[in-house]
T-cell receptor, first 117, second 107 residues
Framework: GAVVSQHPSRVICKSGTSVKIECRSL??????MFWYRQFPKQSLMLMAT?????????EQGVEKDKFLINHASLTLSTLTVTSAHPEDSSFYIC?????????????FGPGTRLLVL | EDQVTQSPEALRLQEGESSSLNCSYT??????LFWYRQDPGKGPEFLFT???AGEEKEKERLKATLTKKESFLHITAPKPEDSATYLC????????FGTGTSLTVIP
């Protein structure tokens, strides 16, 4: 299957700093990527849809000025958590949409664990 | 309201004890139903995509089926390495994820 990577896998930062998370499709081009966050023992919550070359589409309740998304190439999307606070601590997961043989699915990255102190 | 519900929340099986996980959904305009496996601290791993009622897919000890209201993930003779959280997602105009079933297979 398609491989999606994320970097870093874990990050600890001080409150008020910004953190950038990268999501890369390693062996395919992804015009659409998605960003999720997941709280312990809960399901994935879609934050935004990232489209290459255009502005991201944010889900209701997600602050676009706080969670900056850039999809500058067909293999890279970045999520920047600006002025992070402890409540932003979470597991952030990206995925890439794949269309093949008439089937559509999402392949997920391994996730990034963010801890804001 | 579009909704995806998985049951049970948690399931403990003896090795070799077959069972099924359920994913019930109410969405408008189903485009696909997806099953994923997620290990602790990792991203979901794709298992199956189902598109229409009556469709079935198999992979090793797993078999996924789909009706107009629900999907089942059957696990035949599970092994301890099958222990994980199994997530179901439904694609309508966006993806809706269930909260998952945490499966523990005891040797």
């Amino acid at each position: 299957g398609a491989v999606v990577s994320q970097h870093p896998s874990r990050v600890i930062c001080k409150s008020g700093t910004s953190v950038k998370i990268e999501c890369r499709s390693l062996d395919f081009q992804a015009t659409t990527m998605f960003w999720y966050r997941q709280f312990p023992k809960q399901s994935l919550m879609l934050m935004a849809t990232s489209n290459e070359g255009s502005k991201a589409t944010y889900e209701q309740g997600v602050e676009k000025d706080k969670f900056l998304i850039n999809h500058a190439s067909l293999t890279l999307s970045t999520l920047t958590v600006t002025s992070a606070h402890p409540e932003d601590s979470s597991f952030y997961i990206c995925s890439a949409r794949v269309l093949a043989g008439g089937e559509e699915t999402q392949y997920f990255g391994p996730g990034t664990r963010l801890l804001v102190l | 309201e579009d909704q995806v519900t998985q049951s049970p929340e948690a399931l403990r099986l003896q090795e070799g004890e077959s069972s099924s996980l359920n994913c019930s959904y109410t969405v408008s305009g189903l485009r696909g139903l997806f099953w994923y496996r997620q290990d602790p601290g990792k991203g979901p791993e794709f298992l199956f995509t189902l598109y229409s009622a009556g469709e079935e897919k198999e992979k090793e000890r797993l078999k996924a089926t789909l009706t107009k209201k629900e999907s089942f993930l059957h696990i035949t003779a599970p092994k301890p390495e099958d222990s994980a959280t199994y997530l179901c997602a439904v694609q309508a105009h966006q993806f809706y994820f269930g909260t998952g079933t945490s499966l523990t297979v005891i040797p």
